[in-house]
């Protein structure tokens, strides 16, 4: 299990905490943030790009292969579920797509490569946020 504190600090920027990890968060200055961090949904495609990179290199290291390195490149938008041809069809309104670009630089046959492109898009983060997340949140006012 994984846990995550955050505190608003000031205007809108966010203290991050997970053990004894600390970072930051928060908005860009045209959205009214000193841009002191990542916003929100960089923060969250970076977990897939970090799983990523960290899966491919187990997945290698597993099978002896000779992997040099690893990067990815992910981005974010909204785009209306109309324009999108890869989204559901009950999909409606706009909705968040995420691209990737995964590089893989070491020396593999075909079959290798075939097997880790299929690696790259099944990350433990990826699947999850493809399959979908069940939240459950309680709200405490104190004071």
């Known amino acids: 299990m994984a846990t995550i504190t955050a505190d608003l600090t000031s205007g809108f920027a966010v203290e991050l905490?997970?053990?004894?990890?600390?970072?930051?968060?928060?908005?860009?200055?045209d959205l009214g943030g000193t841009d002191t961090?990542?916003?929100?949904?960089?923060?969250?495609?970076?977990?897939?790009?970090?799983?990523?990179?960290?899966?491919l290199s187990m997945f290698c290291q597993r099978k002896g292969w000779d992997l040099h390195s690893v990067s990815a490149?992910?981005?974010?938008?909204?785009v209306h579920a109309d324009d999108c041809a890869d989204c559901e069809d009950d999909a409606k309104g706009y909705i968040e797509r995420v691209r990737s670009e995964i590089f893989i630089e070491g020396q593999f046959d075909d079959e290798q490569r075939k097997?880790?492109?299929?690696?790259?898009?099944?990350?433990?983060?990826?699947?999850?946020?493809?399959h979908g997340v069940s939240f459950t949140t309680e709200t405490v006012f104190v004071g």
């Open 17 to 29: 905490r997970a053990g004894d990890h600390v970072w930051c968060a928060d908005e860009p200055t």
């Open 37 to 55: 961090g990542p916003n929100p949904y960089e923060l969250l495609i970076s977990a897939v790009a970090a799983c990523t990179c960290i899966t």
């Open 73 to 78: 490149r992910y981005e974010i938008d909204k």
């Open 115 to 130: 097997r880790l492109a299929d690696v790259a898009q099944r990350c433990p983060v990826h699947k999850t946020l493809d």
